[in-house]
């Protein structure tokens, strides 16, 4: 049985031993990874001091596609939940398969894009070159990934606690540098404008980038206890928190970090420290190496999941749906996710994936929203004991990625 790890065939099956806590930190860890940790340079290039306007605007956005998963997530609590959930929605084996691949393609290759980030700051620390830095990381964390899902979420979630530290760190030495940073809030609220809110729209779109992650909750919904109940509450503290935080470390460095430096730097964070100690400097450094391999740890687990779910599913081989009847991992589908993540990592330029990868997103985000509003008019009904939103978020949901998507275009 599920919650045993074994079937009534003694077939090893993922077993519910995830948290409420700990699902919340998975979604923290995937959420608030690397992309707080080098986005806020980029935002404020585009909307200046109101940088911090353009994440709140995307945090509100995410949110309408977070209830959707909400919901999803409670009616069909299970591994490749968006590939389940576009089944049920569109009623195509084809369509769910193409999403689902889609759902593993986009953790795949940021995987892969945040473990080159996270050799440029290992580097720093360890002397070794960036080939074999890429292979450590990628093996070792590969193996965390297959060790077990409660051993594997329990240190992502130590490692998230340590990154989100880090963010804190951040705020409090603002602070120390600009004790009056509170009276200068009013600098943050822009004008009635055209052209101070056009840049806050052009900065949101890659302020949404920094939220991408929380849906990956969802495919771990067969290792959670009692999903009904702890999925949504995962999805909608892991927005809350992370969009608080995101507003708040944005805030305090464009105030704190001169405009020019800021908008021409990859690690804007790390400005703050410019003036701190040799050992405050490498603490930080410290503290954002953890936060990038979390990042690639946490993309693993979902992208293995999905395939493994898409296995259980019938679309894909089932060699995939092999579970290790120790570790009640699914072994085969982690193998094949880290050897494709150490194989983009060492060979293929990851500027355009990476762009294409937020693209693929959107359209996810898109077709799952669609497919809840198809199910909500199909069945005119409510489904039992599940976490439900009224029509209008979903139809919300698609047009805010729709119009996120068109920005993006243009």
Not at 46 to 66: H, N, Q, R
Request: net charge neutral; charged share 10%; with cysteine.
């Amino acid at each position: 049985m599920m919650e045993t790890g074994v079937s009534e065939n003694h077939v090893p099956k993922l077993q519910r031993r995830l948290s409420l806590p700990l699902l919340t930190l998975y979604g923290l860890g995937v959420t608030v990874g690397a992309g707080i940790y080098v986005l806020v340079g980029t935002t404020a290039a585009k909307a200046g001091y109101y940088a911090p306007i353009s994440f709140l605007l995307a945090g509100a956005v995410v949110a309408f596609t977070g209830f959707t998963y909400s919901e999803f997530g409670t009616r069909y609590p299970v591994s490749a939940g968006e590939a389940a959930y576009v089944r049920h929605g569109f009623k195509s084996g084809l369509v769910s398969l193409v999403i689902g691949l889609m759902v593993a393609t986009a953790g795949i290759v940021s995987s892969a894009t945040i473990s080159i980030g996270a050799v440029a700051y290992v580097s720093n620390l360890i002397p070794l070159s960036p080939v074999v830095l890429t292979v450590l990381i990628v093996l070792t964390l590969g193996m965390i990934a297959a060790w077990g899902i409660l051993e594997s979420v329990a240190l992502a979630a130590l490692f998230t606690l340590i990154e989100i530290g880090g963010l804190c760190l951040v705020i409090i030495y603002s602070f120390l540098l600009e004790p009056d940073l509170l009276n200068q809030v009013g600098r943050l609220v822009p004008p009635i404008e055209l052209g101070a809110w056009s840049g806050i729209a052009s900065a949101s779109l890659l302020a949404f980038f920094a939220f991408v992650g929380f849906e990956d909750i969802a495919n771990v919904a067969e290792e959670v206890k009692d999903p009904r109940s702890n999925l949504p509450k995962a999805i909608i503290f892991t927005l809350v928190i992370a969009t608080l935080l995101y507003v708040a470390v944005v805030s305090v460095v464009v105030l704190v970090v001169p405009m020019n430096d800021l908008t021409a730097s990859a690690a804007p964070l790390a400005l703050v420290f410019g003036g701190a100690s040799e050992t405050t400097r490498g603490l930080f450094s410290l503290i954002a190496s953890i936060a990038t391999i979390n990042g690639v740890l946490i993309q693993m687990i979902m992208a293995s999941r999905v395939l493994y779910g898409l296995s259980v599913q019938g679309s894909l081989p089932s060699l995939l749906t092999y579970v290790n009847p120790k570790t009640h991992t699914p072994l085969v589908s982690t193998i094949v996710v880290v050897l494709v993540i150490l194989g983009l990592a060492l060979f293929v330029p990851m500027t355009e994936l990476a762009e294409l990868t937020s693209q693929i997103v959107l359209i996810v985000f898109m077709v799952v929203n669609l497919a809840l509003i198809r199910l909500k008019i199909s069945s005119g009904v409510g489904h039992h004991d599940a976490f439900e939103v009224p029509l209008w978020v979903p139809i919300l949901g698609f047009i805010t990625c729709l119009s996120l998507l068109v920005i993006g275009l243009i």
